[in-house]
């Protein structure tokens, strides 16, 4: 089971229904749900830290709630940044040096081509531990798929991630193109903004 974080906006959420003192059932009826169920479903996807729906949703929650849609996006932001913030530190705790392929796509075409194959695991790739930074590229080039990724299409080059906040972008033939100042990272699918 998820566990439910203390975010901004599931905490205004719940501070609303007590003030209002009315139930979740009853937010979902005040914002025109006849499917309960549904509606229901729909609120607890911010229990879950899903946002997919705030955007549709939030039109018909600040009246129900009696917010107005600024305090109701400004709650948002703050459980945004919240949720970035943990995630950043979870990188930098669990970081390990590793290259990211740069592909000829960056979004993967089909998209379910890439999920049932595995591809964006395969995009990324952990050094041996312990090993020597300097010996990064050779390592980078022997790891590199013949042919490509499915879904991405052939690899142009790759990202070595020497730690949080050092990054260089190289060629497929392991020359340097550019320096970046922070990790390059890949994209995550499971939650959008």
């Not at 139930?23 to 309960?36: C, P, Q």
């Not at 229901?40 to 955007?55: K, T």
């Not at 890439?114 to 022997?142: C, H, L, N, T």
């Not at 070595?160 to 990272?185: F, Q, V």
Request: proline fraction near 6%; include cysteine; glycine fraction near 6%.
């Amino acid at each position: 089971m998820t566990q439910i974080k203390n975010r901004p906006l599931v905490t205004l959420i719940s501070k609303r229904c007590r003030d209002l003192n009315v139930k979740r059932t009853d937010i979902v009826k005040r914002m025109g749900y006849s499917n309960i169920t549904k509606g229901l479903r729909r609120l607890e996807e911010f229990d879950r830290d899903r946002y997919d729906n705030f955007s549709r949703m939030k039109l018909r929650l600040a009246p129900a709630l009696e917010v107005s849609i600024e305090e109701l996006d400004d709650a948002f932001q703050k459980t945004r940044r919240a949720i970035i913030a943990e995630d950043e530190a979870e990188y930098r705790k669990n970081f390990q040096p590793h290259l990211i392929w740069e592909t000829a796509y960056k979004v993967p075409t089909p998209i379910f081509i890439a999920a049932i194959s595995g591809a964006y695991e395969k995009m990324r790739r952990v050094f041996k531990k312990g090993s020597d930074p300097r010996g990064y590229i050779d390592q980078a080039k022997k790891m590199l798929p013949d042919a490509f990724v499915p879904g991405f299409g052939g690899i142009v080059g790759f990202y070595i991630n020497y730690g949080p906040d050092k990054s260089i972008h190289y060629n497929r033939d392991g020359e340097p193109i550019e320096y970046l100042p922070k990790a390059k990272r890949r994209s995550k699918a499971i939650m959008k903004w």
